[in-house]
């Protein structure tokens, strides 16, 4: 049940160079001027140079320290020498810089080093130009003067590295230097920075390694924990991040950086405390508020996570990221109001941020808001990425989006049950939506632009509904709540509740006329409801709750998509990243693995049975699963696969394919562990075939319920629903929203037979993995069963008005999720 949108967390090399300012120009110990981090950090971490200056550079042993008479220390803003280019005012820093021997590789000639100290004042005042001239001229003198190269290869460096040139040059100057001077670390650690921006980490890694051999230091360690945390070594990264602390404890940046590898390793309370040690040093720790609130977000505690970020923007009302990132989760917990207050600000420092220009076009759709909607969506359109840049997941996303408003809108006014999404949107645009490809169909016709006779949906009191409809919307609040996952990972979602809770309402009362012998209007004909017919009220309402989600039947694909077959998949491990949100799930599933492989060998190697069955027995993890498959199958090479089946009821013994298990990975820390189902059009029909059985069976002992007392036909019935619903749930049959639309009809059909559902899913139970482990859908109906505390339909859920009739169009539905209700519902429990 998908109610929070997964934060997707792609590591993408982005370098950020740090200048630290510490009373003066260069403040580290070996005239490490260059500090790079990734965009992960920099999103997550450190926004800013202030903060960094602050907390990262060892100020007390800067190799470049002037005395500026105007620079008062201690003052609010950082100190910036500031030279004019007089003769006597150069030669008078080049001479302190002598007197404090804080430049690299003095030589025993006095009057050398002071040529050598005027090419670092050049240096130091941004005069890289001039500093490799003058570099230049001394080394005609002496080819191998070690400082004069260092110097050279450093105003290299600093010119800029976007022209490779630079680059190039600079790391054959640093190279020189280490031939010549092959055991000082500075200039390991000089070249590692020039070339981690260039991509090249693993030698960026190998050079940190070897200047921290020579003379390890709380700075290195935290330059080679942040080139681990960029190449996804997150368990690296934590070490390194944890040996700065070591050598140096009042880092707070540094414990932010350790409380991040945690963060995106999927120990999200690891890192909560992490942060909150951050916090201790430094208690306006904007960014740790920040990453804190991310945190407190993932692992679905809204009102944690909305503290968190209300402290960082309290000590900073402008910072961007944790606007951003507060209206984002705003958004997923249904509060769209507030969320686009958020991105409007966001907007207002930074008009270009692509991600909140994207975020307040979805929010104003989905209130019905086109107008505002769509002109946000273009102006993200308009933003190419430049030649050779990657596009943003908002660029790549934004014309799917547009064109669904496009439709939306002109579809505003008609009778949701007068046409079928799924029918009138192109092929090939669904195929590509789903499968999250970049916008690129051969002769795609546009959705027509937004008619102005069509108005936006305007605001609705609560108050203007009648009480008979206020207490449907209440119901609906209440029956949505049951739906909530109560896992690490699921941010409630009330507007998604509303909906779920009015489709649920909505499935009973269709199958109650159904029942009845009664008709039903669908898809512009007057006719029997059919079993997708029953899932389709669900999913109007799930599509409608979150446009942004492509909520579309796979079988309607067209049919060369449909027979290369879709993929619904789902890492639960890769690399050293854990889906917390199946953490319950990892024992069972390993348990299953171990029984196939037993039944593998007991089928194929009999002989050696007993050996392997000896060495699964001390197998706890995972990971420890693909070295012991090595072991015994010379055909395990880099991975192996599981397949779980799926039993028949329509045709005892048979068996379909249910999901299949993939381990790869040649080591602990670079290894795939996966689940996937694969809907193909065989697939499919097997599943469908048993899902048209068990609905024609219910249909017909509905019927007979709704004629009878007794209490066995209602337990019949119950099993039925709950079979049904498990082979749904195994065959995952729609782009995304199975699971909770599966869910609602699951609630709404039991209504229907007068069995209210009462008991919440339990703490770490996903209703969708529950099916697809368990081994037939008997034992899957006792497992549900034991949660849902059945009771007897109160008498009153029958006189609620139609959910069909109240809600007829896609206005009236929007209207509705929009409506207020804090003051007027009765809070869930």
């Given at each position: 049940?998908?109610?929070?949108?997964?934060?997707?967390?792609?590591?993408?090399?982005?370098?950020?160079?740090?200048?630290?300012?510490?009373?003066?120009?260069?403040?580290?110990?070996?005239?490490?001027?260059?500090?790079?981090?990734?965009?992960?950090?920099?999103?997550?971490?450190?926004?800013?140079?202030?903060?960094?200056?602050?907390?990262?550079?060892?100020?007390?042993?800067?190799?470049?320290?002037f005395e500026d008479t105007e620079c008062e220390g201690g003052g609010s803003a950082p100190c910036v020498s500031v030279f004019s280019l007089d003769t006597e005012k150069v030669l008078s820093q080049a001479k302190l810089l002598i007197e404090q021997k804080r430049f690299p590789f003095a030589v025993e000639n006095q009057s050398t080093n002071e040529e050598l100290a005027v090419g670092y004042v050049f240096i130091g005042n941004g005069l890289y130009d001039e500093a490799i001239k003058?570099?230049?001229?001394?080394?005609?003198?002496?080819?191998?003067?070690?400082?004069?190269?260092?110097?050279?290869?450093?105003?290299?460096?600093?010119?800029?590295?976007?022209?490779?040139?630079?680059?190039?040059?600079?790391?054959?100057?640093?190279?020189?230097?280490?031939?010549?001077?092959?055991?000082?670390?500075?200039?390991?650690?000089?070249?590692?920075?020039?070339?981690?921006?260039?991509?090249?980490?693993?030698?960026?890694?190998?050079?940190?390694?070897?200047?921290?051999?020579?003379?390890?230091?709380?700075?290195?360690?935290?330059?080679?924990?942040?080139?681990?945390?960029?190449?996804?070594?997150?368990?690296?990264?934590?070490?390194?991040?944890?040996?700065?602390?070591?050598?140096?404890?009042?880092?707070?940046?540094?414990?932010?950086?350790?409380?991040?590898?945690?963060?995106?390793?999927g120990m999200l309370k690891e890192a909560i405390e992490t942060f909150k040690e951050a916090l201790k040093l430094k208690s306006d720790f904007i960014d740790a508020y920040k990453s804190l609130g991310q945190a407190y977000r993932e692992l679905g505690d809204f009102e944690a996570a909305m503290e968190s970020f209300q402290k960082a923007l309290m000590l900073n009302q402008n910072h961007i990221q944790s606007l951003q990132l507060r209206g984002m989760m705003l958004y997923h917990h249904g509060s769209l109001q507030e969320a686009i207050r958020n991105f409007k600000r966001c907007l207002q420092l930074e008009p270009y941020n692509e991600v909140c220009q994207y975020m307040k076009g979805l929010s104003h759709v989905a209130m019905g808001q086109f107008y505002e909607g769509i002109k946000a969506q273009t102006k993200v359109m308009l933003n190419d990425p430049l030649l050779g840049q990657k596009a943003s997941s908002e660029y790549l996303k934004v014309?799917?989006?547009?064109?669904?408003?496009?439709?939306?809108?002109?579809?505003?006014?008609?009778?949701?049950?007068?046409?079928?999404?799924?029918?009138?949107?192109?092929?090939?645009?669904?195929?590509?939506?789903?499968?999250?490809?970049?916008?690129?169909?051969?002769?795609?016709?546009?959705?027509?632009?937004?008619?102005?006779?069509?108005?936006?949906?305007?605001?609705?009191?609560?108050?203007?509904?009648?009480?008979?409809?206020?207490?449907?919307?209440?119901?609906?609040?209440?029956?949505?709540?049951?739906?909530?996952?109560?896992?690490?990972?699921?941010?409630?979602?009330?507007?998604?509740?509303?909906?779920?809770?009015?489709?649920?309402?909505?499935?009973?009362?269709?199958?109650?006329?159904?029942?009845?012998?009664?008709?039903?209007?669908?898809?512009?004909?007057?006719?029997?409801?059919?079993?997708?017919?029953?899932?389709?009220?669900?999913?109007?309402?799930?599509?409608?709750?979150?446009?942004?989600?492509?909520?579309?039947?796979?079988?309607?694909?067209?049919?060369?998509?449909?027979?290369?077959?879709?993929?619904?998949?789902?890492?639960?491990?890769?690399?050293?990243?854990?889906?917390?949100?199946?953490?319950?799930?990892?024992?069972?599933?390993?348990?299953?693995?171990?029984?196939?492989?037993?039944?593998?060998?007991?089928?194929?190697?009999?002989?050696?049975?007993?050996?392997?069955?000896?060495?699964?027995?001390?197998?706890?993890?995972?990971?420890?699963?693909?070295?012991?498959?090595?072991?015994?199958?010379?055909?395990?090479?880099?991975?192996?696969?599981?397949?779980?089946?799926?039993?028949?009821?329509?045709?005892?013994g048979k068996e379909y394919d249910g999901f299949t298990i993939t381990i790869t990975g040649d080591r602990v820390g670079n290894m795939l562990f996966s689940v996937e189902t694969q809907t193909t059009e065989e697939r499919t029909q097997q599943y469908q075939s048993e899902i048209e059985s068990l609905y024609k069976d219910l249909t017909a002992k509905g019927k007979a319920l709704m004629l009878s007392t007794e209490l066995g036909d209602a337990d019949s019935v119950c099993n039925l629903i709950l079979s049904l619903v498990y082979y749904f749930y195994n065959l995952m049959p729609l782009s995304r929203g199975s699971s909770v639309v599966a869910y609602s009809v699951l609630m709404g059909a039991l209504m229907a037979s007068g069995k209210e559902v009462v008991g919440k899913i339990p703490k770490g139970k996903l209703v969708d993995f529950e099916a697809m482990t368990a081994p037939s859908p008997e034992s899957f109906s006792k497992v549900a069963k034991s949660w849902m505390n059945l009771k007897s339909l109160p008498a009153w859920y029958q006189s609620l008005p139609s959910v069909a009739e109240t809600f007829p169009m896609t206005r009236t539905m929007i209207e509705v999720l929009n409506t207020d209700t804090t003051s007027h519902c009765p809070k869930k429990s």
């Open positions: 049940m998908h109610i929070m949108a997964p934060a997707v967390r792609g590591v993408v090399v982005f370098a950020v160079l740090l200048l630290c300012c510490c009373q003066a120009i260069f403040s580290t110990e070996y005239f490490s001027s260059l500090t790079f981090f990734n965009s992960e950090l920099h999103k997550h971490g450190c926004n800013s140079p202030s903060e960094w200056d602050e907390y990262a550079a060892d100020c007390e042993s800067s190799i470049l320290q003058h570099f230049s001229l001394l080394l005609q003198g002496d080819p191998e003067l070690v400082s004069a190269i260092y110097g050279r290869g450093i105003a290299y460096g600093k010119k800029g590295l976007q022209d490779i040139k630079n680059a190039d040059l600079a790391l054959y100057e640093l190279s020189r230097v280490i031939t010549l001077e092959p055991n000082r670390p500075e200039v390991y650690e000089q070249r590692a920075e020039i070339l981690s921006p260039l991509g090249r980490i693993s030698e960026a890694l190998s050079d940190l390694s070897k200047a921290i051999q020579l003379y390890p230091s709380a700075r290195l360690y935290r330059h080679r924990g942040t080139l681990h945390f960029i190449s996804e070594d997150y368990a690296a990264a934590q070490e390194d991040f944890q040996q700065s602390l070591e050598l140096k404890k009042n880092q707070p940046i540094a414990v932010l950086y350790k409380g991040l590898t945690f963060f995106h390793r014309k799917y989006l547009r064109e669904y408003s496009r439709y939306l809108h002109a579809h505003l006014d008609i009778p949701v049950a007068e046409y079928n999404v799924d029918q009138d949107l192109p092929g090939n645009f669904k195929n590509h939506w789903a499968k999250n490809l970049p916008f690129l169909i051969e002769d795609y016709e546009e959705q027509p632009g937004l008619q102005p006779h069509i108005k936006d949906v305007l605001p609705q009191n609560f108050e203007s509904y009648t009480s008979e409809v206020q207490k449907l919307i209440c119901t609906a609040d209440h029956l949505g709540g049951l739906m909530q996952y109560n896992t690490p990972g699921f941010l409630p979602n009330h507007r998604m509740h509303r909906a779920m809770g009015l489709a649920t309402l909505e499935v009973m009362q269709a199958m109650q006329r159904t029942w009845s012998n009664s008709k039903v209007r669908v898809n512009g004909k007057t006719r029997q409801m059919q079993w997708r017919d029953m899932f389709d009220i669900a999913v109007k309402w799930r599509r409608i709750a979150d446009p942004d989600q492509p909520v579309l039947w796979l079988d309607q694909m067209p049919a060369r998509s449909l027979s290369r077959g879709f993929n619904n998949h789902i890492n639960l491990i890769r690399g050293q990243i854990i889906n917390i949100r199946y953490l319950a799930y990892f024992d069972s599933i390993l348990n299953f693995i171990k029984d196939r492989i037993l039944v593998y060998h007991g089928a194929y190697n009999s002989r050696g049975l007993v050996e392997v069955r000896q060495a699964l027995e001390n197998v706890n993890k995972v990971e420890d699963l693909l070295p012991i498959m090595k072991q015994f199958n010379s055909k395990t090479r880099d991975g192996f696969t599981v397949n779980s089946k799926v039993p028949s009821l329509k045709d005892s």
